[in-house]
Each structure stands twice: as structure tokens, then as C-alpha cells.
């Protein structure tokens, strides 16, 4: 294996970079095949990780070994950008194993840039047990499995309980309605000084978080499927969406002075207790301890308040692909990878149990509650294997847990996914940094370029 001095990453949650136009590349044209014989496979590692966090990775690499003796495995640097996606494959650069956004699956394989390892992935146990919406993500038009859907999220409304204290706020009562997030906003930015209510604003995230408060509010970015799709941009739920940030941010002054947040940034930032309240994946918390060293006491996270007839929560989640330049046996054994280090420990106890003592030896977060890419029964009975290994404070995400399978998880704009959300970054740019912004405006002219988007889609 690599050392650790080696290794580099990828964090992945949701959209976390621009995605453009992909340049297609012939798919391995070889059948998927076990292993015959030693192979040697590369995989991806998450970003920014503590020294612990890499240990238990290099164990779980140990564990693997042994029970594959055929199989080596080794890291590779890789960071999911759709924009340098094709030029790393035709260069030969990606890893054997790496993840990708839903939002990305299915061009990947329309354009044959990711292996067809669906025969090998129809002999799993489980291959007919994912959530029929989550599995959709990894899937062709014939429902052949190219992807595994390894996490999923709804997104969440992530709050600094320090801060809520600090502001007179209860912690364990967070905010349940958009106007209790506006007077929490402004209660954390008069007491404390620090942003009540941040948003991201840029590499598609603006939009992407846009979208999440129109969800939110009951209304839709795109209607219809396949050649049908509509840009509906210019809705009431989004005017709705927009207008409460305005006043927030030109009222209240309760939304900081940063306005020119990403994924990352925004993470930062909250973990370094400067932000009161943000909206992102409900799943975000061990990529806020791992790699922002986020104070387990001081976090919370709660379901976005629905308001509206129609009103759910976007959701989202990460596939494992397989490079369309591996062979047979690298395929082979990449599906195993996978399997082993991603969907064994949520649907094998011994598994679940083996992976936890490692995180749980080494420091790692243990427990942090996600959405299910199975169902709700399997979910809670793997929680149930490891719940004497689990580290985190649990009733700090209760407000989530207790409310997010009774929500409707609605999945995001399935065409030009990348693209219509960084057609609405300037929006929220907009808004945000200038008092004086027309709202009906701005939403006319994005509705203009989202349906060109599509027509073009």
C-alpha cells in the first residue's frame, strides 16, 4: 500500500464542484470477470483526514487483504470535478474505485465513462434491496446497477448549539418553521455577533441550496421527464425563497458578512463556530468532525422546515463507480472493494460490528445517523448491531431522526442537474450582495437560461 504521506482524497457530498460538459470515452469493452489471479486495484480516500481516520482506512485495506489474497489494494489522489472528469480518464489518471454525486450517474454511463459492472453487481445478495429511487441514480434505461448507491442524504438544517445557548435559544427545540429560522437567525447575530443564517452562493452550490428552499416551500426548479422537461424557475416558492433571504441579509443583518460560500467553505466555517444555522446534507457530520474538527457538544441538525402542499426535502447521495479503464479482473475486484468497504457493514452484523470497532478504536465518528439507502427496517437493525460501539451524542440529531422518514424526500432536477444549478449561483449571489436586486428579474432571466439548458439537454 501506499503511505500515508501518499494518499490523498475525495469528499463528496452532494454537489461539491462544477460540472460541465463531459467529452465521451469508450467504456472497457471486456466482459466483467473474478479474479484468476494477483490484481492490483486503486481506490479513493476521503480528504482532509486526521492521521486516525487514515489508520482505520489502512485497516479496513488490511481486513480486505486477507480475506482476498488476490487482491492488493492502494490509494489514488482524486477529486470529483465533472469539468476534468474526461481528460482524467482519457489520461489514464483515476483511480480503479471512486465516488460520484446522483446527480452525475446517469450521464456517466449514457456516455459509457464508467464500466458496466452490472452483471457483477447483480450477483450481490442485496442487488434487489435499495430504495427503488436511490438505486435509479446508478442505473441505464434497462435498470443494469453500473453504480452502487453507497450514502444517501436528505438535507438537513445544521445548527451550533453553543451559539443557540449563547442567544437565549433552546438547543433541543430548534426552529421548525421559516419564521422561527429568521428570528433564531436574528437572535444569533445580535447576541453572539456571528451569522445567524448562512448560504452558499457558488461552484453550483447556490443553486443547489436555492433548489432545497423551493423544495421546501413546495415548488419545483424543472417539471416533467424525459424529452418533457420545463424549466420552472420562476415560481412563487422560489420568489417566496428569495425574498426571506433578502430581508434577512438587508433587515435583519442576520447573515454575516461572507457571501461567497462553497460545500467546503461553508463547512469550515461552521464548524469554527462562526455561522448559527446552514442548510446542507442531513449526513454531513463526520465529514464536519473528521476534516473541520467540529466540537461533537456544539452540533445539532434538525429536518428543514415544509411548508405547502407539495413541500419536501431534496435528497441526494454518492455511487460508487468503476473505472471504464480497468480491466476484467480490476473490475472484479473493485465490485468486491466495494461491497466489502461500503455495503457489507449495512447489511452484514459481522461487517457492521468490524468496521465500527475500527472507527470506534481510532477516534472516527460511529453511528452518525444517515438516510437509508436500504429500507428503514435495515437501517435500524444495523444501528441496532453497533449501538454499544456508537460515539457520537446521539440526541444532539434527534430533531432529525425522530422526523426524517416522515418527510418527502424529492429528488433533484434529473437533467442538466450541474448546470441548472449554476444558472442560479448568480441569483443568490445577487440577492445577497446587492440591497437594491429585483428578484422578478433575476428569476425571468434564469428561467430563460435553465429551459435553454434543457432544450439542449
Known sequence: MKSAQKRAAIALVGVLSVAGTLTACGSSEEPAAEPTGPVTIEVSIDAGLEQEAI???????????????????????FTWSG?????????GTLPDVFPIPFTDGRAL??????????????????ADQFNPIIAEAGQDADGGMWAIPIAAYNQGLHYNRALF????LDPDNPPATWDEVREA????????GQAGYAHMTQSNTGGWILTTETYALGGRIVEGEGEEVTATVDNDATVQALEMLQEMRWEDDSMGASFLYDWGTINQDFAAGKIGMYISGGANYPNLFTQNQMNPDEYGVTVLPLEGD?????????LAAVSSAASAAEQAAAVKWIDFYYISKLTDQEAA????EVLAETDQPVGAPALPIFDRETYEEQQAWIKDLVNVPLENFAPMTEQMFDQPVIPEPAVATQDVYAALDPVVQAVLTDENADIDA??????????????RS
Do not use: M
Open 55 to 77: 489508520d482505520a482506512f489502512d485497516e479496513r485495506i488490511a481486513q480486505f487483504e486477507e480475506a482476498n489474497p488476490d487482491i492488493q489494494v492502494e490509494t489514488k489522489e
Open 83 to 91: 469539468t476534468t472528469f474526461a481528460a482524467e480518464l482519457a489520461g
Open 109 to 126: 454511463i449514457e456516455r459509457g465513462q464508467i464500466a458496466d459492472v452490472s452483471e457483477l453487481v447483480a450477483e450481490l445478495p442485496y
Open 165 to 168: 445557548e449563547e442567544a437565549g
Open 185 to 192: 437567525a436574528k437572535a444569533i447575530a445580535d447576541k453572539t
Open 310 to 318: 407539495d413541500a419536501g426535502t431534496l435528497g441526494g447521495g454518492t
Open 353 to 356: 460490528t468490524a468496521d465500527a
Open 442 to 455: 433575476l428569476l425571468a432571466d434564469a428561467q430563460t437560461q435553465v429551459q435553454g439548458l434543457l432544450d
